[in-house]
């Protein structure tokens, strides 16, 4: 049922306070929109531009009463929130976007594959293991494989390689017996993402599709467009749409996709709020995953999410501090007059932590890629 257009400048609630939140939380107010965030860190990005920041958990039943009786629309910047909390929320009549139950999904990996697979689409093999009885059998269609936790894994967290049976039951035993998924590694030829918009009405856009590259299972560069051949994209961007439909999803959800040899696409995981591969809207399209997310939870027609420009988007790890959190070398960054930064206001760089990204635009993909490589190293 569609909602009568929220307009600003009313309040609108986000659940979390991280990078992404703060980016929202920045479309909103340039909308003309108010936010309040909640987030227990009194520190979050997000804080720092919202005109209410909530400082309390997630569960806490007076900080969500608060959302109910201030906010026009909810939603989240991340898929670990308490999906109950979400629920409750739109029990009080507030209009909630993504569902706590699409939520639900997406933060179970044994739920999410296996919705996926009900949605008539592709992932790899994989096994359920809810206990290490599951692991008795012959685990050999799943190997060598990837023992990853079900639930609260992320960047590569909650995941060990395994080539044996004898690894896997160890792996098990070191997770402490937690739920996971064992899944088969297959011979990839390049991961890619999504990104589809969808309003309560069933209006959906697509970005154009990105290609990722990770290390150490932390993202590094998204490349737009993708490398690969225009039948793949479609059949990307086609197989996400099909995914937020069969959700009924409202919001922006991410796909995430490994490419196979012979032109085969497999969904990896999907993520139900705007992604780090989707940064590069900020710059490079026509309306950014972060607008989107608002047009969505507002029952407003999304954007157009049309390129402008190749690009390549960067991301800026901890790893790139020095000591006492002196900061990287920004004047090439900053001087080249078609790169973008973005910091995210976090007041201490860790290894591995997300600190912020950039993003070159360029007349082609590969032109962005060099010279983003190229700033990357002088920082």
Sequence with gaps: MAIKPILPP?????????????MFTVAAKTMGYQVTVLDPDPHSPAADFADIHIARPYTDPQALAQLAQTCAAITTEFENVNADSMRWLAQQGVPVSPSGE???????????KTFIRGAGLDTAPFLAVNNAGDLAGDLSPYLPGILKTARMGYDGKGQVRVNSAEEARLAMSNMKHQACVLEKMLPLVAE????????????????PVAENQHVNGILDISIVPARISQALLDKARSMALQ?????????VLAVEFFVLEGDRLVINEMAPRPHNSGHYTLDATVTSQFEQQVRAMCGLYPGRPDLLRPVVMVNLLGDSWGENNAEPHWEVLLTAPNTKLHLYGKKEARIGRKMGHFNVLADT?????????AIKDTL
């Design 365 to 373: 993909p590969d032109a962005a890629l060099e010279q983003a490589v």
């Design 243 to 251: 995914l937020v439909e069969k959700l009924d999803y409202v919001g």
């Design 10 to 22: 009313a309040m609108l609630g986000i659940l979390g306070g991280g990078q992404l939140g703060r």
């Design 192 to 207: 890619v993402s999504a990104i589809v918009t969808r309003t309560c009405a069933g209006e959906a856009a697509c970005f």
């Design 102 to 112: 699409s939520v639900a999904i997406a933060q179970d990996r044994i739920a999410e």
